[in-house]
Nanobody, 124 residues
Framework: VQLQASGGGLVQAGGSLRLSCVAS????????VGWFRQAPGKEREFVAA????????YYGDSVKGRFTISRDDAKNTAYLQMNSLKPEDTAVYYC??????????????????WGQGTLVTVSS
């Protein structure tokens, strides 16, 4: 199983970025996909998650109303659309996948599979 995150970069505050997570080696549509981020010196933080087939989505409090998670199972790809970016959104963003992650644990970094991370830098 491989997860490949991409789409990070440098953006000014108020700008937008879209991250992608391409999966291989698994039946992607059956998996919960999560996005987490980790800033230097901080713990890994839950950003968003989407259940299999996209039946429901979840967001961390700090990104609600600004970020949107989605998936295209035909392309084995999940997305994180990030709008109204703030300097405090600066972090390495990771995608993760798990087959049986319960809803109550979606926010915990206990997923089975992880991508390598993509750096998002938001300048003020």
């Amino acid at each position: 199983v491989q997860l490949q995150a991409s789409g990070g970069g440098l953006v000014q505050a108020g700008g937008s970025l879209r991250l992608s997570c391409v999966a291989s080696g698994l039946s992607f549509g059956d998996y919960v996909v999560g996005w987490f981020r980790q800033a230097p010196g901080k713990e890994r933080e839950f950003v968003a998650a989407i259940r299999y087939r996209g039946i429901s989505t979840y967001y961390g409090d700090s990104v609600k109303g600004r970020f949107t998670i989605s998936r295209d199972d035909a392309k084995n790809t999940a997305y994180l659309q990030m709008n109204s970016l703030k300097p405090e959104d600066t972090a390495v963003y990771y995608c993760a996948a798990d087959l049986r992650m319960p809803a109550l644990q979606l926010h915990q970094p206990k997923y089975d599979y992880w991508g390598q991370g993509t750096l998002v830098t938001v300048s003020s």
